[in-house]
């Protein structure tokens, strides 16, 4: 029991909460363009048994860290006392962590169609949702270490992963391939939604806040540009307005890959 109580301090650890493009910040944006890079120089071609090495790496570093903070949040002390409270509004089934168990997915299934629309997914909508994280991590960072180094890690590791699989050539920078991402987008969705509509009508989480990719017309909106639009818009028509907003940037990071593709071919060329 005394294991268990420091086990808890040591990992509940607190730092003054990290500002928006300060050093924290700005370290692991860094570090995240750097490792795709690096992952490019010294692991291209970019062959199957090589993503599929990456894929696993990366995704089981995830779910550890997606362990930890399940835990982190579980878990507390108060004096002598452990005390257990599961938080269900970090049940992990939100858009940013979905990528750590397609990814796991990736890695595992045979080549074929559904590896390739796993693949697919993680460098074009992943991509998106790693790069508004990073961009603008405003609601991720709290007073904890732990879980600063862990929501740093699992979004920038997105955007890594997708420069990966993208300037590699493995995921084609091609119009089609966001034909290939969509079915995936949606089954990760449809389970949200699944999950948020057996909460409503059970109330499994007791009255606590359950908001799968928050779209719940149940919860107040909370998504940054999104809650406006739940907030004037009435569901479904918002559900509708959200599937077509994060395909159309999902597609923007398609065409921003294809655009980078054909600048770099032309100072090859030159």
């Known amino acids: 029991m005394e294991f268990l109580r420091t086990l808890i301090e040591v990992?509940?650890?607190r730092m003054i909460t990290p500002e928006p493009y300060g050093w924290f910040h700005?370290?692991?944006?860094a570090a995240s363009v750097i490792a795709g890079i690096l992952l490019?120089?010294?692991l291209k071609p970019g062959t199957e048994k090589q993503v599929r090495g990456v894929l696993l790496v990366i995704s089981l570093l995830s779910i550890l860290a997606e362990i930890y903070k399940?835990?982190?949040y579980t878990f507390s002390v108060d004096g002598d006392v452990i005390n257990a409270d599961y938080q269900w509004y970090a049940f992990p089934w939100q858009f940013c962590c979905?990528?750590?168990f397609i990814g796991l997915a990736a890695a595992l299934v045979k080549k074929g169609k559904v590896h390739d629309a796993l693949c697919a997914f993680l460098a074009?909508?992943?991509l998106f949702a790693g790069i508004c994280v990073m961009l603008y991590p405003v609601q991720v960072f709290i007073s904890v270490v732990g879980i600063n180094i862990e929501t740093m890690y699992c979004h920038g590791s997105m955007i890594t992963l997708a420069m990966y699989l993208l300037c590699t050539g493995y995921v084609k920078a091609e119009h089609k391939t966001i034909l290939k991402a969509i079915p995936v987008f949606c089954s990760v969705l449809g389970i949200a939604?699944?999950?948020n509509e057996v909460n409503h009508y059970t109330d499994f989480t007791g009255g606590e806040t359950f908001n799968m990719f928050y779209v719940s017309p149940y919860e107040d909106p909370s998504l940054p540009v999104y809650s406006i639009v739940q907030e004037y818009v009435p569901y479904p028509f918002s559900l509708i307005i959200y599937i077509v907003m994060f395909t159309v940037a999902a597609y923007l990071m398609l065409l921003m890959a294809m655009g980078i593709k054909k600048?770099?071919?032309k100072i090859k060329a030159k």
């Open 26 to 29: 700005l370290l692991w944006l």
């Open 40 to 42: 490019f120089k010294f």
């Open 193 to 195: 939604l699944v999950l």
């Open 263 to 265: 600048i770099a071919a």
């Open 70 to 72: 399940q835990f982190n």
């Open 124 to 126: 074009t909508y992943s």
């Open 98 to 100: 979905v990528p750590m």
């Open 11 to 13: 990992l509940d650890t």
